[in-house]
Nanobody, 125 residues
Framework: QVQLVESGGGLVQAGGSLRLSCAASERTYPQYAVGWFRQAPGEEREFVAALSRNGGSSYYADYVKGRFTVSRDIAKNMVYLQMNSLKPEDTALYFC??????????????????WGQGTQVTVSS
């Protein structure tokens, strides 16, 4: 059973940056794709970014493209979400998820069997 733990959330002013981390309980990332999702209060959980199983391809939602970057460090068993130029509308609980997810499912929550508990990101205006 893969366990994921997010960290790095916090309060930041609009225009600022944060880097979220997702630590896995075992050597997950060479075998698993990773997705980042977020959920704002009263809203549905939505896709943010994903990294393919081999790490060669990354995917982004249009509303974060050019501002967010997903990466991984296999040696440290970590995946990161670098978030720049943050906006108040980026405020949400951010989750990482992992699975042997095929490319066509990387943007879908159902493609990931393993989820972290989330880390809160709050962007003030």
């Amino acid at each position: 059973q893969v366990q994921l733990v997010e960290s790095g959330g916090g309060l930041v002013q609009a225009g600022g940056s944060l880097r979220l981390s997702c630590a896995a309980s075992e050597r997950t990332y060479p075998q698993y794709a990773v997705g980042w999702f977020r959920q704002a209060p009263g809203e549905e959980r939505e896709f943010v970014a994903a990294l393919s199983r081999n790490g060669g391809s990354s995917y982004y939602a249009d509303y974060v493209k050019g501002r967010f970057t997903v990466s991984r460090d296999i040696a440290k068993n970590m995946v990161y979400l670098q978030m720049n130029s943050l906006k108040p509308e980026d405020t949400a609980l951010y989750f990482c998820a992992a699975g042997r997810t095929i490319t066509s499912s990387l943007r879908s929550q159902s493609g990931y069997p393993y989820w972290g508990q989330g880390t809160q990101v709050t962007v003030s205006s």
